[in-house]
């Protein structure tokens, strides 16, 4: 993900963000000064940015004040003093007193459990190794659940009948899928039509950042799918890889997880209601081996099936995206049909990694895994197994995040049956400094 061009543009925007940030924070300087837990917030970003000096992945977005940036670029913090420094900040966190309110209660949940990840990032990029559920637990506060290889061949015995014939079942599948395929020289329209219609039902529900707005670019070269870098003032950059090829899921489900309700507007509304409202500094910087990270791709793909559920997303999908694409639009309900029952398959991901990462299997037998049991292709599977390279347990944000987050905002009454409670969940969550253990 960080690809110096995509780096050059964040920092050049964080420089325009700063311009109405710094406003902000000055009018809030009084609340500030009364409150210790700024100037813990203004450490925490010292430290979280000088973490990003030994780690070219950690800070995924930062857009708070220059002056902080400056300094954690010109100390360079050794780890050892980076570990000592998030030692004596939980002390300091420990030691003030829980707020009164929900929210700034949560706020101090959110400094111990990210702080508590920080040190085992620390402890790791100082050469500690940890199992894939150790990790996960450490960087973000779960643990997902694990499944035999049974499960999956019985999703697997399901597709089998579903494309009976000779050769493998991810080739039949594939072969299959190959009708559903976005033509490159059309996927610039259909993605942008998504976008549009994602952020108008996503508009509806959720009071958007006035001036919120983000930018879309293809790229090449990538161990993920896309990517939303975070600009400060309700600003996003996304980016889609054009590696491998796109099919026609991918349009509602890019544009929903990186733009709306997804990333873009889980930043945005962070921005809006925690840094420029309340002056939370802390919000300003994501570092993404952190807790956070489980709630933002939680939360990101768990939006997708609230702005599109089910029959509404097949409907939209035959009467716009299909025929934008030249698809046959008469198989949308087959495709998605199909789509469901692969999805079953999700957590076979997860099982790779952690064999993976736990060292029980090679790179060339988690790819081999992956085709068999998550029937990605073999180009797909090699690029997923780069991901593990990179990421390593980021893997269960995306799956056991999203479980997590429906679970959550359904026990909230916001069921399926309730579409404008689910919303206001949704959007409650995605306002919120609220972290994995607080979901259960
Ligand atoms: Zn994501």
Request: aromatic residues 10%.
């Amino acid at each position: 993900m960080a690809n110096s061009e995509a780096h050059k543009r964040t920092l050049r925007s964080n420089k325009l963000g700063l311009v109405c940030l710094c406003g902000t924070l000055a009018l809030t300087a009084a609340v500030q000064r009364a409150d210790p837990m700024s100037k813990i917030a203004r450490e925490y970003v010292r430290l979280v940015l000088a973490m990003g000096q030994h780690d070219k992945d950690y800070v995924d977005a930062y857009y708070g004040p220059d002056d902080i940036k400056r300094e954690a670029e010109s100390a360079k913090l050794a780890l050892d003093a980076i570990g000592a420094g998030v030692k004596s900040l939980r002390a300091q966190v420990a030691a003030v007193p829980p707020a009164a309110d929900e929210l700034g209660r949560l706020r101090h949940q959110y400094l111990e459990k990210q702080l508590a990840a920080m040190s085992a990032r620390v402890r790791m990029l100082g050469g500690e190794r940890l199992t894939f559920d150790q990790e996960s637990r450490a960087l973000y506060d779960a643990v997902a659940p694990a499944y035999p290889d049974s499960h999956f061949q019985a999703v697997l015995d399901r597709l089998d009948k579903r494309f009976p014939g000779g050769g493998s079942l991810v080739e039949r599948y594939d072969a299959w899928r190959r009708a559903f395929l976005i033509p490159r020289e059309k996927l610039d329209t259909v993605f942008t039509a998504a976008v549009g219609a994602c952020r108008e039902r996503t508009g509806r529900h959720v009071k958007l950042p006035a001036g919120e707005h983000f930018t879309v670019e293809y790229v090449t070269n990538k161990s993920w799918s896309g990517y939303n870098w975070y600009q400060g003032n309700f600003r996003s950059l996304i980016q889609v890889n054009t590696d491998l090829p796109i099919y026609i899921d991918r349009a509602i489900d890019l544009a929903c997880h990186e733009g709306y309700p997804g990333h873009h507007v889980y930043n945005a509304l962070l921005e809006q209601h925690l840094v420029k409202d309340r002056g939370w500094l802390e919000f300003t910087v994501y570092p993404l081996f952190s807790p956070q990270s489980l709630i933002a791709e939680g939360t990101a793909n768990f939006g997708i099936e609230v702005a599109f559920p089910g029959a509404e997303r097949i409907a939209y999908e035959r009467d716009t995206l299909f025929p934008l694409a030249g698809l046959d639009a008469s198989r949308a309900a087959e495709y998605y049909e199909v789509m469901a029952m692969v999805d079953q398959l999700s957590y076979a991901g997860n099982e790779a990694a952690r064999r993976y990462l736990n060292g029980q299997i090679d790179a060339a037998a988690a790819t081999a895994w992956l085709e068999r049991y998550a029937l990605m292709p073999r180009d797909r599977a090699a690029q997923r197994v780069r991901f593990f390279d990179q990421y390593r347990s980021y893997v269960i944000n995306y799956n056991y995040g999203k479980d997590l987050v429906r679970t959550f905002i359904e026990s909230r009454g916001g069921t399926p049956d309730r579409p404008d409670r689910r919303w206001q969940e949704f959007e409650t969550l995605l306002s919120s400094p609220r972290l994995p253990s607080g979901l259960r």
